[in-house]
Nanobody, 125 residues
Framework: VQLQAFGGGLVQAGGFLRLSCVGS????????MGWFRQAPGSERDFVAS????????SYADSVKGRVTISRDNAKNTLYLQMDSLQPEDTAVYYC???????????????????WGQGTLVTVSS
């Protein structure tokens, strides 16, 4: 199982970025997928998750309304569209996936056993 995240960068406050995560070595459509982020000196926090079919999403309160998670199972790709970015969104963003996650655990980092390498998002004020 391999997950490769990319799309991070430096953006001004109020700007936007779209992160992508490409999966390989497994049947992508069978995995629940999620995005997490980790700021310097902080724990890894949940950002968003999406069900296998993509018909249901869950968001952290801190990003709700500014972030959209989506997936294209035909392309084995997970996306995170981030709008109205703020300095507090600065972090390394990780994609993660697991085939065994149930709804009640979709927000828990411990439930995901496959992780990408992370992509850095820096938002300047």
């Amino acid at each position: 199982v391999q997950l490769q995240a990319f799309g991070g960068g430096l953006v001004q406050a109020g700007g936007f970025l779209r992160l992508s995560c490409v999966g390989s070595g497994f049947t992508f459509r069978t995995y629940v997928m999620g995005w997490f982020r980790q700021a310097p000196g902080s724990e890894r926090d949940f950002v968003a998750s999406i069900t296998r079919s993509g018909n249901s999403q869950s968001y952290a309160d801190s990003v709700k309304g500014r972030v959209t998670i989506s997936r294209d199972n035909a392309k084995n790709t997970l996306y995170l569209q981030m709008d109205s970015l703020q300095p507090e969104d600065t972090a390394v963003y990780y994609c993660a996936g697991d085939p065994s996650i149930i709804t009640s655990t979709m927000r828990l980092s411990s439930a995901y056993h496959s992780w990408g390498q992370g992509t850095l998002v820096t938002v300047s004020s």
